[in-house]
């Protein structure tokens, strides 16, 4: 689960983590309330959306005008810029060219950058630790820096045994250039990122840019906080800062109905049960040619009424042009799937070409409900060969 900046940077400060004054406004009036609580004389109005490179970022009803984090030196200026951001669509590079409507703002205390680093908490798979990773290079995307000069990275893993150290907060420092009392503030300041971290169960805490002011301090200009969904049972208070207006309507509708659902940028659709078997079934797709529209589990128990609607979810999607359903009947019986693979067909109006491969318990049963049924749905013998069948399909139907 993902958060806005003000929400991050809320949850921070509880944590002892030295960010700039500030405070979300949904209104021109709030914006200007927020300015006048923080007092100046520079102010920094910006756009709160789940998306990175807002700075960058162009309103699609000004596309040649200022981006979606604005640098102002009145009251005034955080009145009328407020008012040309709110309720306008903010396109940046991670929101795709949909982009995002701005629905409120951070106003924050401007502060005097004298240098800007990166740093960030999170889980190295490849390590299975908690690792802390830094670079000088602020205020740039760390994938452009690890591609193009990886030698500025900083990596430290944490061993769980004995949580985050001095000596791991003094090797960050030391490799960002920081001196004298810098080292003790960031060593603090390392120090509750990780506390952070662990306690809210967080898969990530991002810093970018982390600034050193003229003055010395180090503060998080922007943060970054995601949450490991299957803890926020342990967590209500983070649960409640969800905004469900950022998040993709499809993968909503597929959480309420106990469905794993995440959106990509293929073609095919696939409706597989098993998470392991669906990573299969994607790979077999881009192997014989085809991309994958989406990820998606119906579970080990799904239901009749849950196929049909893991039926529709797929189907909402513009982009897809086939599907390739890949059932093994284990918990999972065949004919269920058959039978909510009919019933979705029918509700919708299938036009898209229709590939199912079963296997297991009752799979017989589920291939006469399919061949009985009318509809123009093709069987597969195996994997590879539904994967052939729907990317062949798809390739002759455009």
Wanted: glycine content about 10%; overall charge negative.
């Amino acid at each position: 689960m993902n958060i806005h900046e003000y929400q991050a940077k809320e949850l921070m400060r509880r944590y002892g983590i030295a960010v700039p004054d500030g405070g979300v406004a949904w209104t021109p009036d709030e914006a200007v309330q927020q300015a006048e609580k923080t007092g100046g004389p520079i102010w920094v109005v910006k756009s709160q959306i789940h998306a990175g490179g807002r700075g960058a970022g162009r309103f699609r009803n000004d596309p040649d005008g200022k981006g979606g984090v604005r640098v102002v030196k009145s009251v005034d200026e955080v009145r009328a810029n407020a008012d040309a951001m709110l309720g306008q669509v903010l396109v940046t590079e991670q929101t795709g060219a949909e982009g995002k409507e701005v629905k409120r703002l951070y106003i924050e205390d401007g502060c005097d950058i004298a240098r800007e680093l990166y740093l960030s908490v999170l889980l190295d798979r490849a390590t299975s630790r908690v690792t802390v990773m830094a670079s000088t290079e602020g205020g740039m995307d760390i994938e452009q820096v690890a591609e193009e000069t990886p030698e500025k990275i900083i990596r430290v893993a944490i061993d769980p045994a004995t949580g985050i150290q001095a000596h791991h907060c003094r090797t960050v420092a030391f490799g960002l250039g920081l001196e004298g009392g810098q080292v003790k503030s960031a060593t603090r300041f390392l120090t509750a990122m990780y506390r952070a971290f662990t306690e809210l169960d967080a898969s990530l805490v991002e810093i970018n840019p982390l600034v050193v002011t003229g003055g010395g301090e180090v503060l998080a200009l922007d943060a970054k906080m995601n949450f490991d969904d299957n803890a926020l049972y342990r967590h209500p208070d983070i649960a409640e800062l969800r905004d469900e207006d950022e998040e993709d309507p499809a993968e909503l509708e597929a959480a309420r109905h106990d469905l794993n659902y995440v959106k990509l940028d293929g073609t095919i659709g696939c409706m597989v049960n098993g998470a392991g078997l669906a990573m299969g079934t994607m790979d077999i797709i881009k192997l014989y040619g085809g991309e994958p529209a989406n990820f998606l589990d119906v579970g080990g128990g799904a239901t009749r009424e849950r196929v049909t609607t893991a039926f529709k979810i797929i189907l909402s999607d513009p982009n897809v042009e086939g599907i390739l359903v890949n059932i093994f009947g284990g918990i999972m019986r065949c004919d269920v799937i058959a039978e909510g693979v009919v019933a979705a067909a029918r509700e919708v109006s299938l036009h898209v070409p229709l590939v199912v491969r079963l296997a297991g318990t009752n799979v017989d049963l589920g291939k006469k409900i399919l061949a009985d049924s009318g509809l123009p749905i093709t069987s597969a013998d195996d994997l590879a060969d539904a994967a052939e069948k729907v990317v062949t399909a798809v390739k002759e139907a455009a």
